[in-house]
């Protein structure tokens, strides 16, 4: 678990904590109050997810297109060279995995922020 996971933890179990006291004294209003915490900070949780996802995988992309740009220049120095045209196949096939993986990851963000 990382320090932010543990951090996110410990901040539920608080809440926990506090929304048990407020239930114990019948404070109802405060109950509403930490409920309505915890559903931001679970929102909050899943959104710093989903963005570090989403720069991970543009890391990953822009390495790909480095490798592939490279590659290239292989090529043209060696037309004839099979093992860099399949090095470049892998890596298009790879790009397209990443498109899409990319694409499903803001659609997943935009979708929670809505």
Sequence with gaps: MTLNNKQTALCIDDYLDLYLLAKEIKDETWQQEILAALKTQQS???????C?????????????NEDISFTYRLIQEEPTNEQFQAKLRKLRERRI???????????QYVEHTQ
Excluded: C, G, N, P
Aim: aromatic fraction near 12%.
């Design 44 to 50: 909050r949780s899943f959104e710093e997810k989903q």
């Design 52 to 64: 570090a996802l989403v720069q991970e995988i543009w890391e990953d992309f822009k390495q790909l």
């Design 97 to 107: 995995t990443l498109s899409r993986e990319l694409y499903l990851a803001k659609k």
